[in-house]
């Protein structure tokens, strides 16, 4: 199915919309919760689809935001080449894990994850900081394996897996804050990658939405680096979660609301 299935607004949508998600993930996160709905309401994906494909548009844009804070690499390359296979093996593995499950048992699960994403971000602060007061007294095989594990829920779905990989970190990962966030951005791609390579490999996802969806997160993320510093993210980031609960609620009610 090509691009002239669509029509001329249905594209500039959908490339507005992967440049606004793009633009919120590197400012306060969440995009996805803005991405998925538009895929499946807005360009008539199924649920499936549009999660394999959103996953495939997600890490270009991402990219970005490691190649922003790549002079961390230094600091972290120790981490970063202990976490960087179980990484891409759980979300290879979230990928499968995704593609085993059927399409009306996702469509049932995706007001759960969505509201699981948008409750995420909204307790970010007091996530990051409940962890931040521990000392970081884990065994590193320890937090190896909570790493596969946010790395797999990364595969299957994605929205809040950066604020899981912050909190994780926190227990065993040494580091600033901004070593510890080029950490969890060139993770983070990693995650959507190896799923990105499975989805397309299975033929999961509708590549021409694709296309145009990254390209948008291209420059969304771009512009995003200028303004970020004019933007209170915390605000933005209380706005996207009550957004997030409203389309969970809205999702919640599409699958379960015909039942009675």
Do not use: C
Not at 23 to 29: E, P, W
């Amino acid at each position: 199915m090509g691009l002239e299935t669509y029509s001329t607004a249905q594209l500039v949508g959908l490339f507005a919309i992967g440049a606004i998600g793009s633009g919120i993930n590197s400012v306060a996160g969440g995009g996805t919760l803005l991405t998925f709905p538009f895929l499946t309401q807005g360009i008539g994906l199924s649920a499936s689809v549009a999660n394999a494909t959103n996953a495939v548009a997600l890490w270009p844009g991402s990219l970005g935001g490691v190649l922003g804070l790549r002079s961390e690499y230094a600091a972290t390359q120790r981490s970063l080449r202990r976490l960087a296979l179980v990484t891409f093996l759980g979300g290879a593995s979230g990928a499968a894990l995704f593609l085993s499950t059927s399409e009306r048992v996702f469509r049932q699960l995706v007001p759960l994850l969505i509201l699981f994403a948008a409750l995420l971000l909204f307790f970010q602060p007091k996530i990051r900081k409940a962890f931040a007061d521990r000392d970081r007294s884990i065994p590193v095989a320890a937090g190896m394996a909570i790493q596969f594990a946010v790395a797999v829920y990364g595969g299957y779905f994605g929205a809040g897996m950066g604020i899981m990989m912050l909190a994780a970190f926190s227990l065993f990962v040494p580091g600033n804050t901004h070593q510890i966030n080029f950490l969890k951005n060139a993770l983070g791609v990693l995650i959507n990658f190896s799923a990105s390579v499975y989805f397309v490999a299975k033929g999961a996802v509708n590549l021409p939405v694709a296309l145009v969806l990254a390209v948008g997160g291209v420059v969304g993320g771009y512009v995003a680096a200028s303004l970020s510093l004019k933007v209170d993210p915390n605000r933005l980031r209380t706005g996207v979660a009550v957004y997030g609960v409203l389309v969970a609620a809205y999702y919640a009610w599409q699958v379960f609301g015909t039942a009675g």
